[in-house]
């Protein structure tokens, strides 16, 4: 039986409840990470942390652990569940409050960290590539919502997951209000253009993800050159390789988008490269 963590103790999962009038759960109210475990190493740990802390402090939520203690919460409840290779989903709500939005008349936020599996594709997605869409629903507007914030209120990303699901493909590009190339719904972007390494920047939209971080170093120690830039959809079509990156879903090839090939349409050698090097990293 799994145990959750719930503000400080370890409870089954069949006993980690939350009242329905917590802020996370009537409004969306909160923040999370997820993280990945590696041979009993939770990856970038530290990394992750600090981003929840940083959204906790763009949204005005106190969390009422430092640092060091939520990273200490999360190893013990790793050792607790004996995971060797696993999925852990930390979220921090606001707290119970009553039927209104003022975050003020809210009480004890809730600290929650969730250890268990997670595979999202299969692995012969990993070695023929996949196909993805253009999503018609567009990235948030960083003005209006900030997707810098890894917030509970995910609906814009599944509005766009939607239309994937409709066009019967695992994944959408989402644009910015300007027509650029973001993100993915879950998933960071890269292309490949004559040998250069090319990644939507951050004032694009997007979230820095620690697996996009984590490739990027990774193509820059292999002598890659590595671009933040603009990206639009005429890019992605005549680019030469494109995938994705992602704590779920690590390094994965994509090699159709909106019926055009990518590439050759197979998985590229620097896709393989980059991912066999993260694979080397994290020790699989």
Same mark, same amino acid.
């Given at each position: 039986?799994?145990?959750?963590?719930?503000?400080?103790?370890?409870?089954?999962?069949?006993?980690?409840?939350?009242?329905?009038?917590?802020?996370?759960?009537?409004?969306?109210?909160?923040?999370?990470?997820?993280?990945?475990?590696?041979?009993?190493? #939770?990856?970038?740990?530290?990394?992750?942390?600090?981003?929840?802390?940083?959204? &906790?402090?763009?949204?005005?939520?106190?969390?009422?652990?430092?640092? =060091?203690?939520?990273?200490?919460? $999360?190893?013990?409840?790793?050792?607790?569940?004996?995971?060797? =290779?696993?999925?852990?989903?930390?979220?921090?709500?606001?707290? $119970?409050?009553?039927?209104?939005?003022?975050?003020?008349?809210?009480?004890?936020?809730?600290?929650?960290?969730?250890?268990?599996?997670?595979?999202?594709?299969?692995?012969?997605?990993?070695?023929?590539?996949?196909?993805?869409?253009? &999503?018609?629903?567009?990235?948030?507007?960083?003005?209006?919502?900030?997707? @810098?914030?890894?917030?509970?209120?995910?609906?814009?990303?599944?509005?766009?997951?939607?239309?994937?699901?409709?066009?019967? $493909?695992?994944?959408?590009?989402?644009?910015?209000?300007?027509?650029?190339?973001?993100?993915?719904?879950?998933?960071?972007?890269?292309?490949?253009?004559?040998?250069?390494?090319?990644?939507? &920047?951050?004032?694009?939209?997007?979230?820095?993800?620690?697996?996009?971080?984590? #490739?990027?170093?990774?193509?820059?120690?292999?002598?890659?050159?590595?671009?933040?830039?603009?990206?639009? @959809?005429?890019?992605?079509?005549?680019?030469?390789?494109?995938?994705?990156?992602?704590? &779920?879903?690590?390094?994965?090839? #994509?090699?159709?988008?909106?019926? @055009?090939?990518?590439?050759?349409?197979?998985?590229?050698?620097?896709?393989?490269?980059?991912?066999? @090097?993260?694979?080397?990293?994290?020790?699989?």
């Amino acid at each position: 039986m799994s145990k959750i963590y719930m503000n400080g103790k370890l409870v089954e999962k069949a006993d980690a409840v939350i009242s329905v009038y917590d802020h996370g759960f009537l409004y969306g109210d909160g923040i999370f990470e997820g993280i990945r475990i590696y041979n009993s190493v #939770v990856f970038k740990l530290h990394e992750h942390v600090v981003r929840l802390y940083e959204s &906790a402090k763009s949204i005005d939520l106190t969390i009422p652990l430092s640092i =060091d203690e939520m990273c200490k919460a $999360v190893k013990d409840t790793v050792q607790a569940n004996a995971k060797k =290779d696993g999925y852990i989903r930390l979220i921090v709500s606001r707290g $119970v409050g009553n039927l209104g939005l003022d975050p003020r008349k809210t009480t004890n936020p809730q600290i929650i960290i969730i250890v268990d599996d997670i595979s999202i594709y299969p692995e012969e997605m990993y070695e023929k590539g996949m196909e993805i869409i253009t &999503a018609a629903t567009i990235r948030n507007i960083p003005n209006a919502l900030n997707p @810098r914030i890894k917030s509970l209120n995910y609906l814009n990303n599944i509005l766009a997951k939607l239309e994937a699901n409709r066009a019967g $493909v695992p994944e959408a590009i989402m644009l910015n209000h300007l027509g650029e190339v973001a993100e993915c719904t879950a998933d960071n972007i890269f292309l490949v253009k004559n040998g250069v390494l090319k990644t939507p &920047a951050p004032q694009c939209g997007i979230l820095e993800g620690i697996t996009r971080n984590t #490739v990027m170093d990774l193509a820059r120690a292999e002598k890659i050159t590595v671009q933040e830039v603009v990206i639009t @959809r005429h890019d992605v079509f005549i680019a030469d390789e494109c995938f994705l990156t992602g704590t &779920a879903a690590e390094v994965i090839s #994509v090699v159709k988008c909106d019926g @055009r090939k990518i590439g050759d349409g197979v998985p590229g050698e620097m896709t393989k490269l980059l991912r066999a @090097r993260f694979r080397k990293f994290v020790g699989i």
